[in-house]
């Protein structure tokens, strides 16, 4: 079993900076691509960034510029940098691991953290 812990999350002003952190724990093989979504009230859980064990990134298109994800495959950790904060980027944060559970073969699960809260608000 996988466990990711978050934190980082609260209450900003636009334009404002944030940092999420996120570790995973437990027993597993590896870990593959690791990210963080986000939902707002009302709207579906979107990929806000993610980042591939080798490094390569993917971003949505509304964070580009202002986030930045990065990892640490030693300590099986993901950061998100968020500046620029616009109240649009109000949401639940959500950071999901792809996980190999037993050997490199094995198929890859996917694991969420619980969430952190992120507010952006004058």
């Known amino acids: 079993q996988v466990q990711l812990v978050e934190s980082g999350g609260g209450s900003v002003q636009p334009g404002g900076s944030l940092r999420l952190s996120c570790a995973a724990s437990?027993?597993?093989?590896?870990?593959?691509?690791m990210g963080w979504y986000r939902q707002a009230p009302g709207k579906e859980r979107e990929l806000v960034a993610s980042?591939?064990?080798?490094?390569?990134?993917k971003y949505a298109d509304s964070v580009k510029g202002r986030f930045t994800v990065s990892r640490d495959n030693a300590k099986n950790t993901v950061d998100l940098q968020m500046n620029s904060l616009k109240p649009e980027d109000t949401a639940v944060y959500y950071c999901n691991a792809n996980v190999k559970q037993y050997f490199s073969d094995s198929p890859e699960i996917g694991y969420w953290g619980q969430g952190t809260q992120v507010t952006v608000s004058s």
């Open positions: 437990g027993r597993f093989f590896s870990i593959n691509a």
């Open positions: 980042i591939t064990r080798g490094g390569s990134t």
